[in-house]
């Protein structure tokens, strides 16, 4: 979850672009996935970087980004979990990557596996062995173009979405976490007509 914050130091060492790719299916998965974004760079670097909150998808097509607070490298094909410490990302160079963020209690739809599971932690998405997730990494692999490449996982995600009304609370939830951090937890099950210890369950179950 940490790589989202490399852009602070964009004019130093890097190309980076935010995605507007894949509007066909922008109306569908907004409520699912925040935003996108490709990151190349030729020249080494070290950043600080701070969690957001949000689990993250990563295709590295290059050489993977350092994690020395970890003691290792990430995975070619990194799922990155919610965090609570900072870290650094370092690189070598040769760095290409595209990274996908998703709300909190998105992520475990599309790849079958609640996020309690790889909480504080940096795992390979090869490690949940999901056929469908496994293939669609090798094509984004296989992919010369970012935007055919979030093209592809678009389609995927796309594909995944079941409309779910406790989705839909825990997400109203987010949204008010994300406005008004402070909100009392009965204050959040109130507004989405949960009681509390339903709430908390939904909670748990969803984003960890």
Not at 131 to 146: G, H, K, L, P, S
């Amino acid at each position: 979850m940490r790589a989202d914050d490399a852009h602070a130091n964009e004019s130093a060492y890097c190309r980076l672009q935010r995605a507007s790719w894949g509007r066909d299916n922008f109306d569908t998965i907004m409520s699912y996935v925040r935003y996108y974004w490709a990151l190349e760079s030729d020249e080494p670097f070290s950043v600080l970087t701070f969690p957001i909150g949000c689990p993250q998808i990563i295709f590295h097509k290059k050489t993977p980004l350092y994690i020395p607070e970890l003691d290792k490298s990430q995975s070619q094909f990194t799922i990155s979990g919610q965090v609570n410490f900072p870290a650094h990302i370092q690189s070598d160079g040769g760095l290409e990557m595209i990274v996908a963020v998703f709300y909190p209690h998105t992520i475990g739809m599309f790849i079958d596996t609640p996020p309690s599971a790889f909480y504080n932690l940096e795992i390979s998405g090869y490690d949940i062995e999901n056929r469908q997730v496994n293939d669609v990494a090798q094509r984004i692999f296989d992919c010369e173009n970012d935007k055919e490449c979030i093209d592809i996982l678009e389609n995927f995600l796309s594909s995944k979405i079941r409309s779910s009304l406790n989705i839909s609370r825990i997400g109203m939830s987010v949204s008010t976490l994300l406005r008004v951090p402070s909100t009392s937890v009965n204050a959040l099950a109130a507004s989405a007509c949960l009681a509390s210890g339903n709430m908390k369950e939904c909670s748990a179950k969803r984003s960890g």
